[in-house]
Structure formats: structure tokens, C-alpha cells
């Protein structure tokens, strides 16, 4: 375990800690795929200073893997290195820290997805199977594959006859409502003229006697 004791570190003294850890504690499968096992001890290089009741750990921590080429396939030996491990640890004055997950997570963060004999590894020859990095052959890699018949149909032929333009959405046709008719302004009845009054013959007056001479 890598454990640090706070009351050890002075007020403005970084305290160092180097030293070594089982690699067991990256338990790495034994059944990995491809191949992969630990070829020696963690190696960790600790700086740890204290800001108030905090602690502030800084430093590196490498582990040698045995594995094999994804390439060649030959077995490699290669090294996990971390070089800028920071951690921090809120009010552990006068405590002890274990610092063990952290140092294994950080390591296990920096393996490769593949690994590799050297980044220029010419690989393995895809016909006879030879290892391309400590001799050549006499394989003609181009010949490799037939070349394709070209009256063989294609399977893309049949991609290229799906039409996969999107369909336009058919117009839709509005039926108009027949325009409605404004009901005929209803005319008013006439009314009937007035009956003129019935005439009255005018009374005659009587015609004045004349007075005879007597």
C-alpha cells in the first residue's frame, strides 16, 4: 500500500516518498486478451506538501508489462509511464492517506487500446504468415485478392436502383364552398295610394231674386 502520513510533512518542506508496490493491485485478468501480464513491481517518485488542513500530492509511477505485438504477434515488454500524477485531499492533517487506488487508477487509465513492438512494425505477411521485421518474402501482397468480375452483378447495383429521394407529400386540394347567395333585399309591399275623397258637388247657391219694380 502506498500510504502517506500527514503528521510527518513539514510547513512549507515538500516530503518525498519513492518506492515500489506490488503490480497485483491492477488486477489484470489472467485469461486477457491479447495477452497481458505484469513483468515487475509498480515504481512510484512522490512529492506531498500540505496547504492548511489539505494535502496536495504531485510525482510520477511507471509498471513493466509483458504482452504481445498487435501487429507481428511477437512477445514485447513494454513500460506504463505516468508522469504528472496530482492528487488532492481535503482536511487530513495529521492523518494517514492511502494513495494505492489512485496510483492504480491513473495507471490503468494510460494502457493503450494496442500494443506494439515499435511503432514502425511491418507486421506479418497476410499469405504465408511471415514476420515482415526479420525477413522479407516472396508474396505478391497485390495478387492477393481476385480481382472482381466485372459482369458479376454488384450488390450495390441494387442500392443504386432504390430511389431514396423522399416522396413529396401530394397537394391537397381545397374544395371551395360555393359562394352563398345574399337573400334578395326583401322590397317592402307598397302601399296603397291613398283614395282620394269623393268629390262633393259644390252646393249651388241660389240665384238672388230681383227685385221687380213695382
Not at 500500500?1 to 516518498?17: A, V
Not at 504482452?67 to 485531499?89: G, M, P, S
Not at 494502457?111 to 506494439?116: L, Q, T
Not at 322590397?187 to 283614395?195: G, L, V, Y
Amino acid at each position: 500500500m502506498i500510504i502517506i502520513n500527514t503528521s510527518h510533512i513539514l510547513p512549507d518542506t515538500p516530503y518525498l516518498l519513492d518506492g515500489t508496490e506490488s503490480a497485483d493491485i491492477l488486477e489484470i485478468p489472467p485469461d486477457a486478451d491479447p495477452p497481458l501480464a505484469p513483468a515487475g513491481d509498480i515504481t512510484y517518485h512522490l512529492s506531498a506538501v500540505m496547504a492548511g488542513a489539505d494535502l496536495i500530492v504531485t510525482g510520477k509511477a511507471s509498471v513493466p508489462l509483458a504482452t504481445v505485438c498487435a501487429r507481428c504477434l511477437d512477445d514485447i515488454r513494454v513500460t506504463i509511464a505516468v508522469k504528472d500524477l496530482c492528487f488532492h485531499f481535503e482536511k487530513v492533517r495529521d492523518l494517514e492517506v492511502d494513495l494505492t487506488d489512485e496510483v492504480r487508477e491513473e495507471l490503468l487509465l494510460a494502457f493503450p487500446s494496442c500494443f506494439y513492438c515499435s511503432p514502425d512494425c511491418k507486421g506479418i505477411c497476410p499469405m504465408c504468415g511471415a514476420n515482415l521485421n526479420h525477413a522479407s518474402c516472396a508474396c505478391d501482397t497485390q495478387q492477393a485478392e481476385p480481382e472482381p468480375d466485372a459482369a458479376a452483378p454488384s450488390p450495390w447495383d441494387q442500392l443504386d436502383a432504390l430511389n431514396l429521394a423522399p416522396e413529396k407529400p401530394a397537394k391537397k386540394t381545397i374544395a371551395k364552398k360555393p359562394a352563398e347567395k345574399k337573400p334578395a333585399a326583401k322590397s317592402s309591399p307598397a302601399k296603397p295610394a291613398a283614395k282620394k275623397a269623393d268629390a262633393k258637388p259644390a252646393a249651388k247657391k241660389p240665384a238672388a231674386k230681383k227685385k221687380s219694380k213695382e
